[in-house]
Every structure is written in structure tokens, then in C-alpha cells.
């Protein structure tokens, strides 16, 4: 199965389009949320302040890899 996310209307290349960021950036975004989901709901139980922060982590990363590919 092959998918591509496409963002358009960026200023950080001259076709204004992006496909190899905003795809990586799903992807790993994804992984992470399996990892991070499960632990942050662990830790939710003890500490919730730090819980939702994991919790918000697949976000970062999708923003920490996407917007520094330009293309």
C-alpha cells in the first residue's frame, strides 16, 4: 500500500508543493503514537501532567520532521 500526503500553497520551494516532508512526517508520527499512546496513558494514572505531554509527542515529531524538508 502506498500513500503520499501533499501540502500545497508552502513558500519553501518554488512549486509550492511539499511530498516527501508531510509524508515522513505521517509516518513517523504514527509510529511514535504507537509507542506513545500506550505509555502516556500509563503514566497518566500517576503524573497527568507529564501523561499529556507524552501523549502529545506524535504531534512534535510530525512538525520537528516535516517543516525542515523543503520538497
Do not use: D
Amino acid at each position: 500500500m502506498a500513500f503520499a500526503c501533499i501540502e500545497c500553497g508552502t513558500y519553501q520551494n518554488p512549486c509550492r508543493c511539499k511530498v516527501v516532508g508531510p509524508t515522513l512526517g505521517v509516518v513517523l508520527c504514527v509510529l511514535s503514537a504507537v509507542v506513545c499512546f500506550p505509555l502516556g496513558a500509563l503514566t497518566w494514572v500517576c503524573a497527568r501532567s507529564r501523561g499529556r505531554a507524552i501523549m502529545g509527542t506524535p504531534v512534535h515529531v510530525y512538525s520537528r520532521v516535516s517543516n525542515p524538508i523543503p520538497f
